[in-house]
């Protein structure tokens, strides 16, 4: 068994990271109107500097800009697509707590503009460090899963196929213009692969109107679409989880109900999949996974500051294997360390701690 010299690494993370104390303070002041936007640019600018060579430290093989200029994890690239915009509207509702009150809403055609910010923060990524530099967007199934219907203008899309096909290209000029960039490791965050698997989510998705067993067939093909045309030696991954704010949750269910079309379904390299609680179920939706793709297996959990010892970890990659082979697995936290810019409930020292020990964890496993 050896180290994997392409991501997925056998080592790997999700994306996004607490924020420094300073980067916060920036922010704060950016809003208040202390300081302008160039100003807390530079303050990103630095603060993603010493982050990455934190990763590298570590003993990273990919490393992100922890998503740092984002409020975010998806919103902040969404609104930044051609035909959509940001609104004010209702918190996401998480059990025990809502997040601050912002959503996007699709105004006119979608399109992948070739000024999207993320491409120049994904530039200045790839500046500043000799390792491989990990981006990370939603899915584009990201733009639909919450708003529905209501949330795509009629004036815009008079029929919903009409936008699934544009959301679908968008994004396939979206992986385009990161390949140019010269991203080789993209990943596409997608929560609705695992919250189809939640009887509470497909019943949301009923009473609006929504077909859950259609819907997710949707997202595949707009997935598909997206990926159709990636180059060989770019590698796209998916990141799943069942939601992530302030260390609580939304969805809960094991992988059974999707594996089979996930695995089979969607062209991607490989899945970054949660298994660090009871709530994501066993590992036997694994046997599905066909060869020449990667399932990372997202034991080390975010959510708390206890870090996981190795015996732990070895142990949950020992019962992985009884459903995937060894060498198709990797290891990575189970999701996002701060999936909005608030962050989970943990020290940022507990944070590198997780990171170093997945890193050492997959040297002794691996090799």
Same mark, same amino acid.
Request: glycine fraction near 8%; aromatic fraction near 10%.
């Given at each position: 068994?050896?180290?994997?010299?392409?991501?997925?690494?056998?080592? *790997?993370?999700?994306?996004? &990271?607490?924020?420094?104390?300073? %980067? $916060?303070?920036?922010?704060? @002041?950016?809003?208040?109107? =202390? #300081?302008?936007?160039?100003?807390?640019?530079?303050?990103?600018?630095?603060?993603?500097?010493?982050?990455?060579?934190?990763?590298?430290?570590?003993?990273?093989?990919?490393?992100?800009?922890?998503?740092?200029?984002?409020?975010?994890?998806?919103?902040?690239?969404?609104?930044?697509?051609?035909?959509?915009?940001?609104?004010?509207?209702?918190?996401?509702?998480?059990?025990?707590?809502?997040?601050?009150?912002?959503?996007?809403?699709?105004?006119?055609?979608?399109?992948?503009? *070739?000024?999207?910010?993320? &491409?120049?923060?994904?530039?200045? %990524? $790839?500046?500043?460090?000799? @390792?491989?530099?990990?981006? =990370? #967007?939603?899915?584009?199934?990201?733009?639909?899963?919450?708003?529905?219907?209501?949330?795509?203008?009629?004036?815009?899309?008079?029929?919903?196929?009409?936008?699934?096909?544009?959301?679908?290209?968008?994004?396939?000029?979206?992986?385009?213009?990161?390949?140019?960039?010269?991203?080789?490791?993209?990943?596409?965050?997608?929560?609705?692969?695992?919250?189809?698997?939640?009887?509470?989510?497909?019943?949301?998705?009923?009473?609006?109107?929504?077909?859950?067993?259609?819907?997710?067939?949707?997202?595949?093909?707009?997935?598909?679409?997206?990926?159709?045309?990636?180059?060989?030696?770019?590698?796209?991954? =998916?990141?799943?989880?069942?939601?992530?704010?302030?260390?609580?949750?939304?969805?809960?269910?094991?992988?059974?109900?999707?594996?089979?079309?996930?695995?089979?379904?969607?062209?991607?390299?490989?899945?970054?999949?949660?298994?660090?609680?009871?709530?994501?179920?066993?590992?036997?939706?694994?046997?599905?996974?066909?060869?020449?793709?990667?399932?990372?297996?997202?034991?080390?959990?975010?959510?708390?500051?206890?870090?996981?010892?190795?015996?732990y970890l070895k142990r949950r990659i020992e019962q992985a294997t009884q459903f995937a082979p060894l060498d198709q697995l990797c290891l990575s936290p189970q999701c996002g360390f701060a999936s909005t810019e608030e962050g989970n409930v943990l020290a940022e020292d507990e944070q590198w701690a997780k990171l170093a020990l997945i890193v050492e964890t997959a040297?002794?496993?691996?090799?």
């Amino acid at each position: 068994m050896t180290q994997r010299t392409t991501p997925p690494f056998r080592a *790997d993370m999700v994306g996004s &990271l607490l924020r420094s104390q300073r %980067l $916060k303070e920036a922010r704060e @002041k950016q809003a208040a109107g =202390t #300081i302008d936007v160039a100003a807390l640019a530079r303050v990103e600018d630095e603060e993603i500097a010493k982050l990455v060579k934190k990763q590298e430290e570590v003993g990273l093989q990919a490393v992100t800009d922890g998503e740092f200029r984002r409020a975010f994890w998806h919103f902040d690239f969404l609104e930044n697509l051609t035909g959509v915009r940001g609104i004010e509207t209702e918190g996401i509702a998480f059990k025990g707590v809502a997040t601050k009150g912002h959503g996007v809403r699709v105004v006119g055609k979608i399109d992948f503009p *070739d000024n999207h910010p993320h &491409l120049a923060h994904f530039k200045y %990524l $790839k500046s500043v460090t000799n @390792k491989v530099p990990k981006m =990370t #967007i939603p899915s584009p199934s990201m733009l639909h899963y919450r708003g529905g219907r209501k949330a795509v203008d009629a004036s815009a899309y008079l029929h919903m196929e009409d936008y699934y096909a544009d959301l679908g290209k968008a994004y396939a000029k979206a992986v385009k213009a990161f390949y140019d960039a010269g991203c080789r490791y993209l990943q596409l965050d997608d929560t609705s692969l695992s919250y189809f698997c939640d009887p509470e989510q497909r019943q949301m998705l009923k009473d609006r109107g929504d077909d859950p067993e259609r819907l997710i067939h949707i997202y595949r093909d707009m997935i598909n679409t997206a990926t159709a045309a990636k180059p060989a030696d770019m590698t796209i991954t =998916t990141h799943t989880c069942r939601g992530n704010f302030k260390s609580t949750f939304i969805a809960s269910g094991g992988y059974e109900p999707v594996a089979e079309m996930v695995f089979n379904g969607i062209n991607v390299d490989g899945y970054f999949m949660e298994w660090d609680d009871e709530r994501s179920g066993g590992f036997e939706p694994l046997r599905f996974l066909p060869k020449g793709k990667q399932v990372v297996l997202g034991l080390v959990t975010t959510k708390l500051g206890t870090v996981e010892t190795k015996h732990y970890l070895k142990r949950r990659i020992e019962q992985a294997t009884q459903f995937a082979p060894l060498d198709q697995l990797c290891l990575s936290p189970q999701c996002g360390f701060a999936s909005t810019e608030e962050g989970n409930v943990l020290a940022e020292d507990e944070q590198w701690a997780k990171l170093a020990l997945i890193v050492e964890t997959a040297k002794e496993v691996w090799g």
